[in-house]
């Protein structure tokens, strides 16, 4: 998954094309963090998707041609250049809001708990996704997989539906408000929330909303 960066009203003239450096007309709204994308279009209406890297000022930029398939063209003084969704923009999306939202009985992005298995081992895999849903209906030991390494931060947040109607146990490591396991509700939704910086040895555990209707 690409990172790039947005601004609204982004549109331009090119004034020359230098291949790898594209001089543009000044008074642009682009972005000032890189990379950014751009489609660039000339006389024959052909058009272009370009990267742009880095800039030497604000009108002069480092570019890398031909992107998402397109061919890189020759463009003149005068040619239009501007943000404009593209495929992979949309695919991006796509692809971030299946690995965001893993549901039990889903097939999206590696989906974590299957609906018709009443297992007593369910693994949250935070590489996955940030929200994970279950009901309980038997003893559950939850653990956790794909943690980062320490400095960088790792979070989630849990659905239990009916938590309090059997045994939840939870990994190692995780502090809870006064040391104190949470009470779940025993027919109802309740909403955790997970946090760890150091790799996973030291949990934060949040009842971010108990019984919620």
């Not at 559950?140 to 849990?158: E, R």
């Not at 309090?164 to 939704?189: C, D, E, Q, Y």
């Amino acid at each position: 998954m690409q990172t790039r960066y947005f601004t609204n009203n982004s549109s331009t003239t090119i004034v020359t094309d230098n291949g790898t450096t594209i001089v543009v007309q000044s008074g642009t709204n682009f972005p000032s963090q890189f990379p950014f994308v751009v489609t660039a279009e000339n006389g024959a209406l052909q058009r272009e998707i370009i990267r742009v890297d880095s800039a030497v000022d604000t009108n002069t930029w480092n570019v890398s041609r031909g992107q998402e398939g397109t061919n890189q063209l020759v463009f003149s003084n005068g040619n239009r250049i501007e943000q404009r969704v593209t495929a992979q923009l949309l695919n991006d999306v796509v692809a971030g809001v299946n690995a965001a939202v893993v549901r039990s009985g889903d097939t999206l992005a590696g989906s974590i708990f299957e609906k018709s298995s009443l297992l007593s081992s369910m693994n949250i895999d935070v590489s996955q996704g940030s929200l994970f849903f279950k009901t309980i209906t038997a003893t559950t030991t939850f653990t956790v997989s794909g943690v980062p390494a320490s400095g960088s931060v790792a979070s989630f947040v849990l659905e239990l539906t009916n938590g309090g109607s059997a045994t939840v146990n939870w990994w190692s490591g995780i502090k809870w408000s006064g040391g104190i396991l949470p009470n779940l509700t025993v027919s109802g939704l309740d909403i955790l929330g997970f946090y760890t910086r150091d790799g996973g040895v030291t949990w934060r555990g949040l009842v971010l909303a108990k019984d919620s209707k």
